[in-house]
């Protein structure tokens, strides 16, 4: 069985990155495995040249490999995070400190400590900015209600949604809706 190697990529936030990432690793030469959000797993070991060919290609696209461990698990958490707002169909009934620590098998208080640490912000002002960020993209698309948002974001009423809502834009989502105007951020900037 040929050894395999697992790199860490940062910004990979959406469905394109990993198309990207896959491509650019095809280009290279490699055989991805798998590409998932911030996680590939190549069916060759790479070498320091290699490794330094993936950083040159994917750095002018806005990815970078990840070394350390600190930055590898924060960016697990920012990937856990999006996945959980933008690619879930429901989501957990579950707290986020029990998602993320069943998830990343680590004590959420800890997680709370690395991220805050890392990153200047709390995983819950992170989640609450992803959230206004997946609302902002179904009002513009206008096929749901915003009680319709609000429970498919896990909200428990549509008045604290549309609160925290306006506390996060300035705007009510319904304001934000009749702007018609696109006013939304890359995932990889919030």
Same mark, same amino acid.
């Given at each position: 069985?040929?050894?395999? %190697?697992?790199?860490?990529?940062?910004?990979?936030?959406c469905?394109?990155?990993?198309?990207?990432v896959?491509?650019?690793?095809?280009?290279? $030469?490699?055989?991805?495995?798998?590409?998932?959000? $911030?996680r590939? !797993?190549l069916a060759?070991?790479?070498d320091d040249?290699?490794m330094?060919?993936i950083?040159?290609?994917?750095?002018?696209? $806005?990815? !970078?490999?990840?070394?350390d461990?600190?930055?590898?698990?924060?960016? %697990?958490?920012?990937?856990?995070?999006?996945?959980?707002?933008?690619?879930?169909?429901?989501?957990p009934k579950t707290?986020?400190?029990?998602?993320?620590?069943?998830?990343?098998?680590?004590?959420?208080?800890?997680?709370?400590?690395?991220?805050?640490e890392?990153? $200047?912000?709390?995983?819950e002002?992170?989640?609450?900015?992803?959230?206004?960020?997946?609302?902002?993209?179904?009002?513009?698309?206008?096929e749901?209600s915003?009680?319709?948002?609000?429970?498919?974001?896990?909200?428990s009423?549509?008045?604290?949604?549309s609160? %925290?809502?306006?506390?996060?834009?300035g705007?009510?989502?319904?304001?934000?809706?009749?702007?018609?105007?696109?006013?939304r951020k890359?995932?990889?900037?919030?």
């Open positions: 069985m040929k050894p395999s %190697q697992i790199l860490y990529i940062k910004n990979m936030v469905n394109r990155c990993i198309m990207v896959r491509a650019q690793l095809l280009v290279l $030469g490699l055989h991805p495995l798998s590409v998932e959000l $911030g590939v !797993e060759e070991a790479v040249s290699l330094q060919s950083r040159q290609t994917l750095e002018p696209l $806005g990815f !970078e490999l990840i070394d461990r600190r930055s590898l698990l924060t960016e %697990q958490i920012k990937a856990a995070v999006i996945e959980l707002v933008h690619y879930s169909d429901q989501q707290n986020l400190s029990d998602y993320l620590a069943t998830r990343l098998n680590h004590d959420y208080s800890a997680l709370s400590k690395l991220f805050s890392t990153t $200047g912000t709390t995983i002002k992170y989640l609450i900015a992803q959230k206004t960020e997946r609302a902002k993209e179904l009002l513009i698309y206008g749901l915003i009680g319709e948002i609000a429970d498919l974001l896990n909200y009423s549509t008045a604290y949604f609160s %925290q809502f306006k506390s996060q834009t705007l009510t989502p319904g304001q934000f809706r009749q702007l018609r105007e696109n006013r890359p995932l990889d900037q919030v």
